[in-house]
């Protein structure tokens, strides 16, 4: 009985090896060695795509030009990126999902604009925004309300633009409804220009 338990145990414990093995392998294969340290925190907005249509429609309300730096707070698969450096400027994505991260390197080197483009992993809490002219937000309410001592540190003349949400006690120099033709959605778009003027 011993004997059919050995020979039975050998080939389980080289599949167990193989698998062991193989998962340790998929672990390494998984990780980019360029990416900065984990941020602490894991994404808690839900990722939304913006429609193309309504990303022009923000770059045209922060009339967005060759000499302008455009940071993307939450840039997702980087379409605000591609879409700021295809207008002739530089432009700076930050993401705390490595998966979006990813997928934002993947979108600026389809559209070869590695030059003008760098994608950041990391807390968008932690960025610091004052080499920005525009900063671009799709994020809720709560988290632009978190952002203002970041955004009140940019240039005076520097654009804020945010999709849905505005930033609380600060009125907005414009707000828009854009109804995109791409998902038949009406969608309202913030405009500030820095200085950023909040009520307390």
């Not at 998966?99 to 604009?113: M, S």
């Not at 992993?121 to 799709?138: C, E, I, K, M, S």
Request: glycine share 8%; hydrophobic share 40%; proline share 6%.
């Amino acid at each position: 009985m011993r004997q059919g338990q050995r020979l039975f145990n050998r080939p389980v414990a080289a599949c167990l090896g193989l698998v062991l093995v193989s998962f340790a392998v998929g672990q390494d294969a998984g990780q980019d060695v360029k990416q900065p340290e984990r941020p602490g925190r894991v994404p808690d907005v839900i990722y939304l795509p913006t429609p193309g249509d309504v990303v022009d429609e923000m770059l045209a309300m922060a009339d967005v030009r060759r000499t302008d730096v455009v940071y993307d707070l939450g840039c997702g698969d980087g379409r605000i990126l591609v879409a700021a450096a295809q207008r002739g400027c530089r432009a700076v994505g930050v993401d705390i999902d490595p998966l979006r991260v990813k997928q934002a390197r993947d979108n600026v080197a389809k559209n070869r604009l590695e030059g003008p483009v760098r994608i950041e992993w990391q807390d968008l809490f932690q960025t610091d925004l004052r080499p920005a002219t525009v900063v671009t937000l799709y994020l809720s309410s709560q988290y632009n309300e978190r952002l203002i001592p970041q955004l009140e540190l940019l240039k005076p003349g520097s654009r804020i633009v945010s999709h849905q949400f505005e930033i609380k006690g600060a009125t907005p120099d414009k707000v828009t409804r854009f109804l995109s033709k791409e998902d038949g959605h009406r969608h309202t778009l913030f405009l500030w220009t820095t200085p950023l003027h909040v009520r307390k």
